[in-house]
């Protein structure tokens, strides 16, 4: 029997990391040139320590502005975000830090973290294009127990860069990661920041 959406969110939550517990992770396996998922080598080593100083960065410099904090009391609801990713992926290290500080605005909202890899009945349920891109965050609805919408793996500002050098290269050159964390740190995750905001109004 082929399980529900909101049946695989429910399974899931019992053993889903808060953001400080995926934090540590990301941390000791970085110390240990690790990574999560099956599949253990040097580039993911690698991407994984670079997650863990950038994440270090956004967690120190991301700040949310007046506005949107009071948006963000005045509009939550008790949710649960479920965000699926892993200690490798690039486009985390900008996003699940301005998750964390939206959700740290409001009790209303619990951030919890689950690895991809070890849920991929669920990530299935949530492809991009076909592909199972991370992060991957889930709108959980705490009251009525099922699932009001989802977001990522990046903002649309972000996803155009994408697309328009996919357009022009035909795949993503290597460079082109580079590319995208610079444009992360210029736009400061206010592209992230305003389309989670919107979020906040699903129901």
């Given at each position: 029997m082929i399980k529900s959406i909101d049946e695989l969110v429910q399974e899931s939550l019992?053993?889903?990391m808060s953001y400080s517990q995926y934090r540590d992770l990301v941390a000791n396996l970085a110390k240990d040139s690790k990574?999560?998922?099956?599949?253990?080598?040097?580039d993911l080593a690698k991407y994984t320590k670079l997650n863990d100083r950038r994440m270090k960065r956004w967690d120190k410099l991301f700040k949310i502005n007046e506005t949107a904090t009071q948006t963000i009391r005045n509009t939550a609801k008790n949710h649960t975000w479920l965000v699926l990713t892993e200690s490798?992926?690039?486009?985390?290290?900008?996003?699940?830090?301005?998750m964390e500080k939206v959700t740290a605005v409001s009790t209303a909202i619990n951030l919890?973290?689950?690895?991809?890899?070890?849920?991929?009945?669920?990530?299935n349920r949530f492809l991009t294009n076909g592909g199972m891109s991370i992060p991957k965050l889930i709108v959980w609805d705490n009251t009525s127990?099922?699932?009001?919408?989802s977001w990522g793996p990046r903002s649309q500002n972000a996803a155009k860069l994408?697309?328009?050098?996919?357009?022009?290269?035909?795949?993503?050159?290597?460079?082109f990661k580079e590319e995208l964390q610079?444009?992360?740190?210029?736009?400061?995750g206010q592209s992230i920041l305003k389309e989670l905001v919107a979020l906040l109004a699903l129901k």
């Open positions: 019992p053993k889903a990574s999560t998922g099956p599949s253990q080598t040097d490798w992926c690039g486009d985390a290290s900008p996003a699940l830090p301005v919890k973290v689950i690895l991809r890899d070890e849920n991929v009945l669920l990530m127990q099922n699932v009001l919408g994408v697309e328009e050098h996919k357009g022009l290269h035909g795949t993503i050159l290597p460079g610079i444009w992360y740190n210029t736009d400061k």
